[in-house]
C-alpha cells in the first residue's frame, strides 16, 4: 500500500503539478540534441518473399534516453527509484524504419509501458514484426545469399535534435530462433548521419546477411534431376564435406546442357566459384574433352594444377580402377575450375 501511494504521489508530481508535456524535447537547453540508444533483438525470421522483394522478422526493441524533467529524489518517495507508465505521458522519440512497407501505426495509444528512472533514463521495450524491403538475387538458387537492411531513425528531427545510435554495433542474437530455410550470417550496424535539403539526419543502418540452407533443394530438386537425366554423373564428398569434387565417369555420354548446369551449380555451392572436376573417358574422347574446355573457359578459369587441400581429397589411380573396374576408361583427367570475376 506504501508503494502504491508513493507511485501515485510521483506520478502527479512528474505529469500533473509540474506542466510536463510530451509535445516538446525533453532538454533543458533546446542547443541539446537527445540521444536515442536503439538497441534491436532479432528474434525471428518470420518470411523472406521472394517475388514481392521483402523479408519479415520479429524483433524486440529496446530505445533508452534522458528526460531532463522526469527526475526526482526518491528520498522524498519512500525510496522508490522506477516506475512504470504508459506511453501517452512521456515524450517519445518517434524513431520508425524509413523501409518498412507496412502501414505503421504510431505506438503513443500503446499498452506497453514506459520505464521512468529517478536519474532521468527513459527505457521503452517493446516488440515489433518489421516487413522490410529487399532486393532478391536469386541468380544463384538454391545457394543464394541476400543482403537486406533495416533503417531506423527520426521521421521528422534533424540530428541536432535527436541523434539515434546503436551501441553495439550489431543485431542482438542472444534469443535468435534459427530458421528451417535460412541461415542468420552477418547482423551489423551502422551509425549514420546523412544530408538533405532539410537538413542533417541521424540513422542507424542494420546489415542483415542471410544464406539460403540448400540441403532441401539439394535432395528434392538438384540431385533428382541429375538422376532421372540418364547420365552418368557422380558427385564424390570424399573425407571433407566443404570440398566440391565432382567426378564425371565418361564424358562421351554426358549432353553439354547436363554437364555445364553441373558445373554451374557446383561452383556456387559450399566453396563458391571453385570445383574440382575429374573427367575420365576412352581413347575417342580426346577431341570431346576440347569441346568441353572450349566452352568451359567463357565462364570459368581452367587450371591443370590442383591445389594441395583438395589433392589430398582425391582418390587415386589405383582407387578409381578398384572402384569402376579396369577397362573402364583409358584417361583421366582433373581441373580447378573457378568462375570468372
Given at each position: 500500500m506504501l508503494c502504491l501511494e508513493s507511485s501515485r504521489k510521483l506520478f502527479k508530481a512528474l505529469f500533473e503539478d509540474s506542466g510536463y508535456t510530451y509535445a516538446v524535447r525533453p532538454v533543458k537547453d533546446y542547443r541539446n540534441s537527445v540521444n536515442v540508444s536503439?538497441?534491436?533483438?532479432?528474434?525471428?525470421?518470420?518470411?523472406?518473399?521472394i517475388v514481392g522483394g521483402q523479408l519479415t522478422v520479429l524483433y524486440w526493441q529496446r530505445l533508452s534516453w534522458v528526460d531532463e524533467y522526469l527526475t526526482w529524489d526518491p528520498a522524498d518517495y519512500d525510496g522508490l527509484d522506477q516506475i512504470q507508465v504508459t506511453p501517452e505521458y512521456p515524450w517519445l522519440p518517434g524513431i520508425v524504419v524509413f523501409n518498412n512497407v507496412q502501414s505503421m501505426d504510431y505506438v503513443r495509444e500503446s499498452h506497453l509501458t514506459v520505464g521512468l528512472r529517478y536519474d532521468g533514463v527513459v527505457q521503452w521495450n517493446l516488440p515489433a514484426i518489421y516487413v522490410t524491403t529487399c532486393f532478391i538475387h536469386i541468380r544463384y538458387f538454391p545457394y543464394?545469399?541476400?543482403?537486406?537492411?533495416?533503417?531506423?531513425?527520426?521521421?521528422?528531427?534533424?540530428?541536432?535534435?535527436?541523434q539515434v545510435y546503436n551501441p553495439s554495433g550489431a543485431l542482438d542474437t542472444d534469443s535468435y530462433i534459427m530458421n528451417g530455410e535460412w541461415e542468420l550470417k552477418d547482423v551489423s550496424s551502422t551509425n549514420l548521419d546523412y544530408k538533405t535539403e532539410d537538413g542533417t539526419f541521424s540513422l542507424i543502418h542494420f546489415n542483415i546477411q542471410i544464406k539460403r540452407r540448400s540441403t532441401y533443394y539439394d535432395m528434392h530438386?538438384?540431385?533428382p534431376t541429375f538422376l532421372v537425366s540418364g547420365e552418368e554423373i557422380e558427385l564424390v564428398k570424399r573425407k571433407c564435406i566443404d570440398a566440391n569434387i565432382l567426378i564425371i565417369n565418361c564424358i562421351m555420354n554426358?549432353?553439354?546442357?547436363?554437364?555445364?548446369?553441373?558445373?554451374?551449380?557446383?561452383?556456387?555451392?559450399?566453396?563458391?566459384?571453385m570445383l574440382v572436376i575429374g573427367l575420365f573417358y576412352p581413347c575417342d574422347g580426346v577431341e570431346r574433352l576440347?569441346?568441353?574446355?572450349k566452352k568451359l573457359v567463357e565462364k570459368f578459369d581452367i587450371f591443370n594444377s590442383i591445389p594441395a587441400f583438395y589433392r589430398e581429397l582425391l582418390p587415386s589411380e589405383k582407387e578409381l580402377y578398384a572402384e569402376y573396374g579396369v577397362g573402364t576408361?583409358?584417361?583421366?583427367?582433373?581441373?580447378?575450375?573457378?568462375r570468372k570475376q
Open positions: 536503439v538497441e534491436l533483438v532479432i528474434n525471428q525470421i518470420v518470411a523472406v518473399d543464394d545469399q541476400q543482403e537486406c537492411s533495416i533503417d531506423i531513425g527520426p521521421w521528422s528531427s534533424v540530428a541536432s535534435e535527436i530438386l538438384v540431385y554426358v549432353k553439354d546442357a547436363v554437364l555445364f548446369d553441373v558445373f554451374d551449380w557446383f561452383s556456387m555451392g559450399k566453396q563458391p566459384g576440347a569441346e568441353i574446355k576408361f583409358h584417361f583421366y583427367e582433373y581441373w580447378y575450375v573457378t
